[in-house]
């Protein structure tokens, strides 16, 4: 088959304005160098300026200071021990902790233990069972870490959404991508309890997560903190059980 492929016999027409033509190629390639630099500063600086926003929000935070347990409206006392434990419920906005997650969104009821040792000799909360006994007296244990992972973060949220700069390299930032077990494990750091011994007259305090997700409003009306097996660390002396039983914030005898 014949080539559709042919030379015109027609001689092309001078070329002019040649030298014009390339000056102006070269300042408009110029331009865009310029261009792409100014955009990839642009996109470092904000890159930079999101790294100083993580950094600032990753830093620590610190709980107000624990009262004597005796001082909070829902508590209990063992005179002969000499020790009292009280509940702080964080079931408010103004009483949650201030952590990095949104525990109680989520279902996850923070409830802060104070426990102050007034004897002269060291408790252990080393194998302390610290529950949450619902109204239907349903028995809810502390949460874990690994259950506040599972309970708080769906797939989406674990792994972030992919967007470009537009730019003329594209660079795809993650966004909305949340660090689980770091935050987590943050939150507990700076609220959880920074030792499981109570000195001779001091109080150690701490916050612990209920899974509440299903039980009925206000999870807190008639609800109860049991806490078993707190012990004095040399003589391995079981206390008796203590019951404290909880209400809402706002109910007449939990005001703070």
């Not at 009262?67 to 000499?82: D, I, R, S």
């Not at 194998?127 to 973060?153: C, K, S, W």
């Not at 674990?158 to 770091?182: C, E, F, M, Q, S």
């Not at 206000?218 to 203590?242: C, I, Y």
């Amino acid at each position: 088959m014949p080539s559709r492929s042919y030379r015109s016999s027609k001689a092309s027409p001078p070329q002019t304005g040649y030298p014009e033509a390339l000056a102006s190629g070269l300042m408009a390639r110029r331009e865009i160098g310029f261009s792409r630099w100014g955009m990839l500063s642009f996109a470092a600086a904000l890159m930079l300026l999101l790294a100083a926003a993580s950094a600032y929000a990753d830093k620590p935070r610190k709980p107000k200071p624990a009262l004597p347990a005796q001082q909070y409206p829902l508590h209990e006392t063992h005179a002969a021990e000499h020790v009292t434990i009280a509940a702080e419920p964080g079931d408010t906005k103004e009483t949650a902790p201030d952590t990095r997650l949104d525990y109680r969104g989520h279902g996850f009821l923070p409830i802060r233990v104070i426990v102050t040792n007034d004897s002269d000799f060291a408790l252990t909360l080393d194998d302390a069972r610290i529950h949450f006994i619902a109204a239907d007296n349903t028995v809810v244990p502390a949460a874990t870490d690994d259950e506040l992972q599972r309970g708080l973060f769906t797939i989406k949220s674990a792994t972030g959404t992919k967007h470009t700069l537009p730019l003329p390299i594209p660079i795809p930032i993650t966004t909305g991508k949340v660090n689980v077990d770091k935050k987590i494990l943050a939150d507990d750091e700076d609220f959880g309890f920074k030792t499981t011994t109570v000195a001779p007259h001091t109080t150690v305090a701490g916050y612990l997560f209920y899974d509440t997700n299903g039980f009925d409003e206000p999870v807190l009306a008639h609800a109860t903190l049991e806490l078993r097996k707190v012990r004095f660390a040399a003589t391995n002396k079981q206390l008796d059980s203590f019951e404290i039983p909880l209400s809402p914030t706002d109910a007449p005898n939990s005001k703070h």
